[in-house]
């Protein structure tokens, strides 16, 4: 039985999941110089801007800065370069349709290392409107103010 790889994230879009409805994950693999990759592994990556495309047949990133690496060449190339995203065929086919939908988008979510290889998960997103994100911050307000009741609780009843 083969042991599955590690993986350690890198960097995570945290506003994704307050701006977007996520409909549906992708993992894909990105076409990277090696430097890049070198300054990816140092955390100096940052995927908050950052958008998906499909052109053509082909699926890039956007927007995704990775800064230049510290002990490289100063003459590298742009930070904000678009990048290939490595998709299956039957994939790319499916974002092609569902993208040319109103209002859906590619969204990265999360940048990490599986073993050697550096994967972005992308995600299939709606955007929210602005009662939904009052929706979802109410919520988070309430579960967090019952979780302190409770917890308060407990402590309350160990002491009696």
């Given at each position: 039985m083969e042991k599955s790889p590690t993986q350690k994230t890198i960097a995570t879009n945290r506003r994704a999941r307050h701006e977007y409805h996520i409909l549906e994950n992708f993992e894909c693999g990105l076409v990277l110089h090696g430097y890049e990759v070198k300054s990816i592994r140092q955390g100096r990556v940052n995927i908050q801007d950052a958008y998906g495309v499909?052109?053509?047949?082909?699926?890039?990133?956007?927007?995704?800065?990775?800064?230049?690496?510290?002990?490289?060449?100063?003459?590298?190339i742009d930070p904000l370069r678009t990048r290939k995203?490595?998709?299956?065929?039957?994939?790319?086919?499916?974002?092609?349709?569902?993208?040319?939908?109103?209002?859906?988008?590619?969204?990265p979510l999360r940048l990490y290392l599986k073993g050697p290889h550096v994967k972005l998960e992308i995600g299939l997103a709606r955007g929210k409107k602005l009662y939904d994100k009052r929706e979802d911050i109410a919520a988070r307000d309430a579960k967090r103010d019952i979780e302190r009741a409770v917890r308060g609780r407990a402590k309350f009843r160990d002491r009696g």
């Open positions: 499909v052109r053509g047949d082909e699926a890039y990133v956007e927007n995704m800065h990775i800064s230049p690496y510290s002990h490289g060449d100063p003459r590298v995203m490595l998709l299956r065929r039957k994939e790319i086919d499916y974002l092609v349709g569902k993208t040319r939908e109103r209002g859906l988008a590619l969204i």
